[in-house]
């Protein structure tokens, strides 16, 4: 069903609910990717690189909530509304985060459920979101990212940028202020321990070897393992494309929810303002 919100900014968000058909396993904050939509998310018949995940997850038993975030659309539009929210001091990239965020109380509302587990499952674009709302916020849920391990700075002085883009100049405004220090190692520290599962597909250029995917892991990897916590972040990579598999990763998000050490990662824990 499509559900509309207002943030506490008094930007509106609409996004989709997915309710299972039989009793609700827990939830799961869907973040979608670039030019895509929450509706592909829960249908097959349009397919796009998100795969209809959203239906797949409901299918396990899971109530998925998948916002429309302000990275919809192409890199121009995105752009523009970022441009235009940055007019009234609103953050585009925290307008997001929330928006996924808002899931448990949307959830909470339409279904009257409440204390579920909840996981996370980022795509592409939707990914680095819920990488930085477990970082801002320090819940420690179980997370999925799918199509997204670089080093960002390989990444913007690749041939992709301006191959995909058609300018370079525009990924930069989603760095401001930075953001590219909240990847790898740096990002690592903020979520760890966030029980953490990366997807990506062999041929997905964004996310190759040459944009650094195995050494951010390895990253990654060192800060979890280093504070005892390296069985709690994993990777996988895929025969595909930059698309959602969900072979290895939903598995994986249903063992970690269903598993009585749930409580103790998914807490408060060292929230930060990006």
């Not at 795969?51 to 975030?69: E, F, H, R, S, T």
């Not at 690749?158 to 202020?177: C, D, V, W």
């Not at 190692?185 to 964004?206: H, M, T, Y």
Request: aromatic letters at 6%; a neutral charge; one cysteine or more.
């Amino acid at each position: 069903m499509k559900v509309e919100l207002d943030l506490e900014c008094g930007l509106p968000v609409r996004g989709c609910l997915g309710i299972p058909d039989g009793e609700a396993k827990g939830l799961v904050l869907l973040a979608h990717g670039m030019a895509s939509t929450p509706e592909r998310c829960f249908v097959d018949t349009d397919p796009d690189y998100m795969n209809a995940i959203g239906k797949q997850l409901c299918q396990d038993g899971y109530v998925v909530w998948c916002p429309y975030i302000v990275q919809i659309g192409n890199q121009e539009s995105q752009n523009n509304i970022a441009a235009m929210l940055a007019s009234h001091h609103i953050s585009a990239h925290n307008v997001s985060c929330a928006s996924i965020d808002a899931g448990e109380t949307v959830c909470r509302i339409v279904t009257g459920l409440s204390g579920l587990n909840v996981g996370v499952y980022g795509v592409s674009w939707g990914a680095f979101l819920a990488l930085h709302l477990e970082a801002a916020t320090g819940r420690m849920r179980p997370t999925v990212v799918s199509g997204y391990m670089r080093d960002e700075k390989k990444f913007l002085m690749s041939p992709t940028i301006s191959k995909n883009l058609g300018i370079e100049l525009a990924s930069y405004i989603h760095f401001s202020r930075s953001r590219t220090k909240y990847v790898g190692r740096a990002l690592a520290s903020l979520i760890s321990p966030c029980p953490l599962f990366a997807e990506l597909g062999n041929r997905d250029v964004a996310n190759s070897v040459a944009c650094g995917r195995d050494e951010k892991f390895a990253e990654m990897q060192a800060v979890y393992a280093a504070s005892g916590h390296g069985h709690l972040i994993d990777m996988i990579v895929f025969d595909g494309v930059h698309e959602v598999n969900g072979k290895s990763a939903r598995p994986w998000l249903q063992a970690r929810l269903a598993s009585p050490a749930y409580q103790a990662t998914s807490r408060l824990k060292n929230a930060i303002a990006l």
